[in-house]
Every structure is written in C-alpha cells, then in structure tokens.
C-alpha cells in the first residue's frame, strides 16, 4: 500500500519569505498524481496545486510550487512571498493512475504559521 | 465555496446513537468520497460510490454504511456510535471518479461530530 510521509508537523515563516514543505512518499507504481490541499481554520480542503508523475516539469500556481523528484519519491511544496493567509495545515496526497477507483491517500500534515 | 455541500455542519450525540451525514456533490458530479479526519488517525478514506453504485471500499467499520441516491446525494449512516467515531467527516466529489486518478475531488465543509 501506498504512504505518504510528512516528516514536519510544525513550519513557521515570515511574512513576505518563502517557505518549503517536504512530502515523501512510497509506492511501487510508475504513473500516479500527487496533490497539496491547504486546511485552513475553517477546517475546508482546498486544492492548492497538483502533478502528474509522466511531467518532468514542476507544477506552478501563482505563488505555490513543486519541486518533484521522481527517484527519490519526494514532492515538497514551495511557497513564495508568505502571506498571512497561507497561515494553514497542508496535507500532501497521492493517488494511484491505476483503472479503477483509488481514493487519495494522505500524510499526517504540516502546520504552517505565518509572522507577521 | 467547492460547490459540495454537506449537512449538518456539527453534530453532538451519545454513545450507542445513530446518525446520518448528509452530502450534495457539485453540480454534474457523479462520484462521491467520504473521508474522516480524526487526530490520531489523520485523514481516511472510507467508501466511494459513482452514479449510485459502490465503487471502492477503505478503511470503513461495519457499523457504518452509506449509499448515493439517484439524485446523486449521498448519505453516511454511522451506527452504535462510540466515542472513537468523534472526528471530521469529509465528503469530496468529482467528475467521474473512474479510471485514472487524474480527476480533482472537491471537498466540502465538513461534518463535525462529537459522540459524548
């Protein structure tokens, strides 16, 4: 079964200053999408950006980004100019490319503060 | 707003209860998640339905059921409730939920129960 690891329970970050979230991840397939949801207080899942493992390239939204390491099962988030309300939980997801219906396997999640 | 709508957003009942969740998928969805958020468990999925049939099962306790209506809602019975079931219910829909996972599940506000 797949898993997905967030090794940091707790990121802190100034306002205007970037911040990395890192995700690893296990899985014996080759074809899969991984996925950033924020959770901000109000408890809502919102999709903050996605990438198809066949992409070389990194997927950017705006002023979030990846960085994806296919070798290394790593898939960590960058995020630029810090504002207060990124201030949130981010979950990193994976989910298989396999026919069928795989639902969205989740790490534990990192908390992100963000000073003012 | 993701366009998902679940109701009621809090809950609160006692041991040995039964309660239902409801979920209203976007607007052409046909494939509906539920996931739990609780704090030692983090977020899992626990049943899948498309177009009114089951389509993949997770970590799901007996004691819960669920089904998809033709009008496309979808229920979450929990029953003999204890007081481990106390978490964040999510649902999430999308598009077709069929094969590939490339397709993004929107998800709504939450149900928030508390089993006392």
């Known amino acids: 079964a797949q898993t997905v690891t967030q090794s940091q329970p707790e990121m802190s970050v100034q306002e205007a200053e970037t911040v990395t979230l890192s995700c690893t991840y296990d899985?014996?397939?080759?074809?899969?999408?991984l996925f950033w949801y924020k959770q901000p207080p109000s408890r809502q899942m919102i999709l903050v950006i996605r990438?198809?493992?066949?992409?070389?390239q990194n997927a950017t939204e705006n002023r979030f980004s990846v960085n994806f390491q296919k070798a290394a099962k790593s898939f960590s988030l960058k995020i630029s100019d810090s504002q207060l309300g990124d201030a949130a939980m981010y979950f990193c997801?994976?989910?298989?490319?396999?026919?069928?219906?795989?639902?969205?396997?989740f790490g534990k999640g990192t908390r992100l503060s963000v000073i003012a | 707003d993701s366009g998902v709508t679940q109701t009621p957003k809090h809950l609160i009942t006692a041991t040995g209860q039964r309660v239902t969740l409801r979920c209203s998928p976007r607007?052409?969805?046909?494939?509906v998640y539920w996931y739990q958020q609780s704090l030692d468990q983090g977020l899992q999925f626990l049943i899948q339905?498309?177009?009114?049939?089951?389509?993949a099962k997770g970590n799901i306790l007996e004691r819960f059921s669920a089904q998809q209506f033709p009008d496309l809602h979808s229920e979450l019975n929990l029953s003999s409730l204890e007081l481990g079931d106390s978490a964040l219910y999510f649902c999430?829909?999308?598009?077709?939920?069929?094969?590939?996972?490339?397709?993004?599940?929107?998800f709504g506000p939450g149900t928030r129960l508390l089993v006392l």
């Open positions: 899985t014996s397939e080759s074809d899969y999408y």
């Open positions: 999430a829909s999308s598009l077709r939920g069929g094969a590939g996972g490339w397709e993004t599940q929107y």
């Open positions: 997801a994976y989910r298989s490319d396999l026919s069928g219906n795989t639902p969205l396997v």
């Open positions: 990438q198809e493992a066949y992409k070389q």
């Open positions: 607007s052409g969805d046909l494939s």
């Open positions: 339905y498309y177009n009114g049939e089951e389509r």
